[in-house]
């Protein structure tokens, strides 16, 4: 097995295939998934990439070939035009149930539904396309949303705050609807100086976000969830700031009021895996 760096926000397992099996119809499964799969001879489920299921045989290492392996593969090489050291992305969705997509079909699906995810305006779009992520990566939501909040934090750059014209006032942007999504989820709505909130009529955490230094832009880096005392004490206050070296801002000094800001990419894993098993 070899682990590398994934290219999506996400970790995954995948099986490099080879010519002997492609021309064979199967798909052998290496040692190292082997727990993965059924410990005897079983019939076990795929789910197609169109939402069909397919039942296949699936031969384990106690068997006479002393190979673990699945059968009825030829249609799918042909369908995908699987070569010689193609990948195929491996997900275990169930006891017995398995979803096996090419690896570029994967990132493909993974691309398009992020991009759907990150240009949504409602919560309505925003949970269609986290339950067709959780589909294509059988990540759950808050998963998904957290590994958003590293992938968009890990961009080098700050862009400057753009100026709209709204009639005849000239107003700075304001921050982007799945962006404050991804912040009310990764903090909970609490101030990341105070931990203070409360609850909305509607059942919604109440919190403002504040841009730290406010030329700049809707960078995650530049943002913070506050609560509207604080939010104040950032316009009117004395305000000194304290960064890291990766910029992110890690304490808050009001006059003579000091708070360390609670920063949750301190707690998240900050990269992501791809296994090739061979």
Known sequence: MEIVHSVIPFDYQTIKVTQSRIEKGLLAVPSSLADVFPKEKHTIWILNDDGSISEKNYTSYTSSTRECRIGGFRE?????SIKDGDELVIQKIDEG??????????????KSTLASLESSQDNETIERS???????????????????????????????REIKNIGKNARKESVPYFLRNILRVVYNGRCQLTNFSFIMQNGDPYFEIHHIIPEKGNHLKNLLV??????KQFTYAKVYLSFDDENWLRSVKFNEDFFNVFQKIDYLQKCFQKEIHN
């Open 76 to 80: 799918f090489y042909n369908k995908f």
């Open 97 to 110: 149930v398995f979803r096996i997509l090419p690896e570029q079909l994967f990132f493909v699906k993974v």
């Open 130 to 160: 986290l339950q067709q992520i959780a589909k294509i990566t059988n990540a759950n939501a808050d998963k998904i949303i957290e590994n958003e909040f590293i992938k968009l934090s890990s961009s080098p750059v700050i862009p400057e």
């Open 226 to 231: 506050v609560s509207p005392n604080v939010h």
